[in-house]
């Protein structure tokens, strides 16, 4: 395998890290990686994950549901249920983050194209881009619009997009600073980003340790807080105007967190429960944010 060593941090160029857990890879192979932090800003990634022509491997599994409609089982029909609510609840934050009720959206990662599609029967101009060329083509089959390879970013004009979304996208890119480069790049300068992002410092993270499912290396390279989120934004131009909760996301990753430790989705739906609760004390505790930046100057 050839894999990526990081030797600075892509945050804040410290040279020194500490081991910080060692984690399974839980669908595709079973293969352990280890995560470290960064000792200077507190960042923590995938040490030595692979390469861009080799990830595609650790993609390529059935329960890869993200990109996926099958709804065998109680984690895939409640991951389905949620999904519609889910949409509805992010084109309300579109409209309200961005004050707009049309305007020009990118999605970046788009997967299936089920937001996108959300965003177009609303009335946006959309666009959007993704990796995966099954997942594009099935976007292009079931909603009839094209989602473009990555590739296509650059022919973008520049501060062409009101909007700029990132639903669990960033975790999985290589090219972390050239990403927020290019989205400011997009950006209009009265537009926003929406990124969303697991919290290593939510209740359940702390709870479920090296089995929290949202680890799910190697596919997430980096591990995100608030904190470290806001040095992020900062070095590349952005203010973050507001953090959002996503609470949904907690029953999900507590049942596949549990099944990765042996037991059942039952006991991870009535922990999620509880780590819910307990997320309603803070944002900080909250199993995904949902991270509002604006333009420095606009802030
Ligand atoms: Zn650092």
Known sequence: MTAIHIDACPICEGMKFTPFLACRDNLATYKNFSLVRCESCGFVLTQNFPDENEIGRYYDVPEYISHSDTQKGIVNLLYHFVRKLSLR??????????????????DIGAGTGYFLNRMKTDGWKISGVEKS???????????????????YLPQLPEC???????????????KLNETMQIIHKLMKDNGTAIIALPNLNSVDARYYKENWAAYDVPRHLWHFSPD????LAEKHGFCITAFKPMYFDVFYISMLSEKNRGSSSLVGLLKGFVFFLRSLSGISKCSSVIYVLKKAGDC
């Open 133 to 151: 060329a099954s997942a594009r083509e099935y976007a292009e089959k079931k909603f009839c619009f094209t989602i473009h390879p990555p590739e």
């Open 89 to 106: 609840s992010k084109a309300g934050l579109v409209k309200k983050v961005s004050g707009k009720t049309t305007g020009d959206l990118l």
């Open 160 to 174: 062409s997009q009101d909007i700029v979304s990132l639903w669990h996208v960033l975790e999985h890119l290589e």
């Open 228 to 231: 470290v989120m806001k040095i």
